[in-house]
């Protein structure tokens, strides 16, 4: 009896050893296709918590030794092994956690100033995360989320009706009536997919903050193609515009933020013209270059960039240059843009970071101000986990930016 058991812990553990090896390779290892890509954008997210994991599992094969359950032998040394790459691998973002956080805040006082909070109101700090990182946040997720976003008060409402499709946006507003600083969200998909309702956690959190947050849609292709979507980003602003004091918006106050495809039309719609100043913008691993995406399609490549891009723009490079170069964020840039927080994953291969690095540089060349932030261990969509180490460092310099831009 005393041996089958032995048997049966050792299968227990050498199963439990392959499913958080499994799970710790998504770490480091893109997603190939797009099935997979909740794998390797979650993983990196919750590692604290595949480190313990595979801590746990350590323990119990040192047990299990001790125990003589098993001699040492070839599949014992294996088992070593696989434990040891595991560990490591679940260990990797912490590691490296230290070193990026100290890289970002370098990167913020260098464009914003050392002093760059001074003179914000104290009520508006003490909200704001204390730390980059919380790691307990990460399974009971951000500390007192629920309690802080108690009373926000959500209306849903149609701005547009073009071509017979109607458009809504999501109003979230303090709990308190009262006039606030706004932030317009635009949610991602590729441009094909998505609605106001994304990110509501996040619209929320900024919300208890003291903003009022827009989150506002657009048509998707590929029913349509660019520049539609721009078009109707623009009359989203305007309806902003015109209904600021009836939901409790400073206009002089605005600021906006897009994830992915959101982002290519949040800076669109911020660097050319909009229809009342916008205060600052936050580009969460948006696409910068669609003719240089086109040409050079990351590896692994999990959402077939070519065919997203056709789908949006219609045709290809050579057909449609023009659209390419209208749709593409960097031919925007220009002197006495608003100041840009550009957020990216390092292991992200659908926006690659590189191009993120490249737009900050073409910004800054000009003199307008921007804050380029890669996360090394970041995929695509990092954010997804709201939670996750990833979306913890990125709200941390996401508020202050905030607070910076449009309480000073």
Same mark, same amino acid.
């Given at each position: 009896?005393?041996?089958? #058991?032995?048997?049966? =812990?050792?299968? %227990?553990?050498?199963?439990?050893?392959?499913?958080?090896?499994?799970?710790?390779?998504?770490?480091?290892?893109?997603?190939?296709?797009?099935?997979?890509?909740?794998?390797?954008?979650?993983?990196?997210?919750?590692?604290?918590?595949?480190? %313990?994991?595979?801590?746990?599992?350590?323990?119990?094969?040192?047990?299990?030794?001790?125990?003589?359950?098993?001699?040492?032998?070839?599949?014992?040394?294996?088992?070593?092994?696989?434990?040891?790459?595991?560990?490591?691998?679940?260990?990797?973002?912490?590691?490296?956690?230290?070193?990026?956080?100290?890289?970002?805040?370098?990167?913020?006082?260098?464009?914003?100033?050392?002093?760059?909070?001074?003179?914000?109101?104290?009520?508006?700090?003490?909200?704001?995360?204390?730390?980059?990182?919380?790691?307990?946040?990460?399974?009971?997720?951000?500390?007192? %989320?629920?309690?802080?976003?108690? =009373?926000?008060?959500?209306?849903?409402?149609?701005?547009?009706? *073009?071509?017979?499709?109607?458009?809504?946006?999501?109003?979230? &507003?303090?709990?308190?009536?009262?006039?606030?600083?706004?932030?317009?969200?635009?949610?991602?998909?590729?441009?094909?997919?998505?609605?106001?309702?994304?990110?509501?956690?996040?619209?929320?959190?900024?919300?208890?903050?003291?903003?009022?947050?827009?989150?506002?849609?657009?048509?998707?292709? *590929?029913?349509?193609?660019?520049?539609?979507?721009?078009?109707?980003?623009?009359?989203?602003?305007?309806?902003?515009?015109?209904?600021?004091?009836?939901?409790?918006?400073?206009?002089?106050?605005?600021?906006?933020?897009?994830?992915?495809?959101?982002?290519?039309?949040?800076?669109?719609?911020?660097?050319?013209?909009?229809?009342?100043?916008?205060?600052?913008?936050?580009?969460?691993?948006?696409?910068?270059?669609?003719?240089?995406?086109?040409?050079?399609?990351?590896?692994?490549?999990?959402?077939?960039?070519?065919?997203?891009?056709?789908?949006?723009?219609?045709?290809?490079?050579?057909?449609?240059?023009?659209?390419?170069?209208?749709?593409?964020?960097?031919?925007?840039?220009?002197?006495? #843009?608003?100041?840009?927080?550009?957020?990216?994953?390092?292991?992200?291969?659908?926006?690659?970071? @590189?191009?993120?690095?490249?737009?900050?540089?073409?910004?800054?060349?000009?003199?307008?101000?921007?804050?380029?932030?890669?996360?090394?261990?970041?995929?695509?969509?990092?954010?997804?986990?709201?939670?996750?180490?990833?979306?913890?460092?990125?709200?941390?310099?996401?508020? &202050?930016?905030?607070?910076?831009?449009?309480? @000073?």
């Amino acid at each position: 009896m005393k041996k089958v #058991l032995s048997i049966a =812990g050792i299968w %227990l553990v050498g199963l439990l050893l392959l499913v958080g090896l499994f799970l710790s390779i998504w770490i480091v290892v893109p997603a190939p296709i797009f099935a997979l890509l909740p794998l390797s954008v979650g993983a990196p997210e919750i590692s604290p918590a595949l480190l %313990l994991f595979n801590m746990s599992i350590a323990i119990c094969v040192g047990t299990l030794f001790w125990l003589r359950a098993f001699k040492p032998q070839r599949s014992f040394v294996f088992i070593l092994c696989s434990l040891g790459l595991a560990v490591g691998l679940s260990a990797w973002p912490l590691l490296q956690f230290s070193a990026t956080q100290q890289q970002a805040q370098a990167a913020i006082e260098t464009s914003l100033g050392q002093n760059y909070l001074k003179d914000l109101p104290p009520a508006l700090i003490a909200k704001m995360r204390s730390q980059p990182l919380v790691i307990c946040d990460i399974w009971q997720g951000i500390s007192n %989320l629920q309690q802080e976003t108690l =009373g926000i008060r959500k209306v849903s409402i149609p701005f547009a009706n *073009p071509d017979g499709v109607e458009l809504s946006m999501n109003i979230y &507003r303090p709990a308190q009536v009262g006039k606030y600083p706004a932030l317009v969200s635009i949610y991602g998909g590729a441009w094909q997919r998505g609605s106001p309702d994304n990110d509501e956690t996040f619209s929320r959190y900024i919300a208890a903050q003291g903003y009022v947050v827009w989150a506002i849609d657009y048509r998707h292709a *590929p029913a349509y193609h660019f520049p539609v979507q721009i078009q109707d980003v623009r009359s989203a602003l305007r309806f902003i515009q015109q209904h600021a004091t009836e939901y409790e918006t400073n206009l002089d106050r605005v600021a906006i933020i897009g994830r992915s495809a959101g982002s290519q039309l949040a800076m669109l719609a911020a660097y050319q013209d909009p229809p009342f100043p916008i205060r600052a913008v936050i580009d969460y691993y948006g696409p910068v270059n669609l003719t240089a995406g086109y040409a050079n399609v990351p590896t692994p490549d999990p959402i077939e960039s070519r065919v997203t891009l056709r789908a949006f723009l219609g045709g290809t490079p050579q057909t449609v240059p023009e659209l390419y170069r209208q749709a593409s964020p960097i031919n925007a840039v220009k002197p006495d #843009l608003p100041p840009s927080l550009l957020i990216y994953g390092g292991k992200d291969r659908i926006v690659e970071a @590189k191009y993120g690095k490249y737009l900050a540089q073409q910004l800054r060349s000009p003199g307008n101000r921007a804050v380029f932030i890669e996360i090394p261990w970041a995929d695509h969509a990092f954010d997804a986990v709201f939670s996750g180490m990833s979306s913890q460092l990125a709200l941390y310099y996401t508020e &202050r930016f905030l607070a910076w831009a449009l309480y @000073k």
